[in-house]
């Protein structure tokens, strides 16, 4: 394309002369032949997980110093069902395959490692069996921490200079956490790490994705904006989420279905 004389070019030829040197100035990145493209990993146990635009590939060190490696060709449920690949929806798609993706990445380079049965247990230390013998149970632990979380955060506020609006709210989203927590932390988040550790990974990894873009993120929303509880709703939607995996897994647990993916 010449441009004559000092006249302004025309605005498609301007445009096509400015794509025409961005894409020079990107090859001169580039090596010869080359091409400029994205990619994203994630770290492994003793390997990692490189993505790119269509491949994947994982590279695990075994425990002899061999490499495994594993490359597959992307498919993308959007392309299946383009509906998917709309903006809002398109994010939270593929946030829901990339976890699912990860957590299959993470157990190829756990089979790798396997837990030492044989390997002797730890024997606890001085400080932890004056614990169990004073407190019992982890459950009695749990409540000594909250109680000294409660007693002692009129020490803490009294840290900053704040509103008496927000050491208000500061003591309510405590309290809510605490009481809440204590009774649904275990079967919540405790309980499917159980779950996970029999391989039943799947259903467990579904609960939580689910459980939080539903009932976290979208009451959240719902409670925090449309209904006007500011933070007060976002706790309340946290709470929610927690009833609702610790329905979940408890019933899982509960029916024995999880006993069928156990492989010994």
Known sequence: MRLRGCLSPDPKEKLLLMRTTEEQNNCQTCPAGGFKTMCGGQALIEGIMMRGPKKQAIVVRKPDGELAVKESQLKFIKDRYPVLGLPLVRGVVTFCASMVEGVKALMFSAEFYPEDEEAEPEEPSKFELWLE???????????????????????????????????????????????????????????????????????TMVVSVASMMIWRLGFSYVLGIGFGMGAVGVWIAMVIDWVCRSAFFVGRFVSGKWKTKYKA
Do not use: Q
């Not at 204590?182 to 159980?194: H, K, Y």
């Open 133 to 203: 013998k004073r407190l019992g149970s982890e459950k009695m632990a749990s409540l000594v921490v909250t109680l000294a979380v409660i007693l002692g955060m009129p020490l803490l506020l009294g840290l900053y200079n704040i509103s008496a609006e927000t050491h208000e709210l500061a003591w309510l989203l405590v309290f809510i956490h605490c009481a809440c927590g204590i009774v649904l932390w275990p079967a919540a988040f405790v309980l499917p790490n159980a779950l996970r550790a029999a391989n039943d990974v799947r259903f």
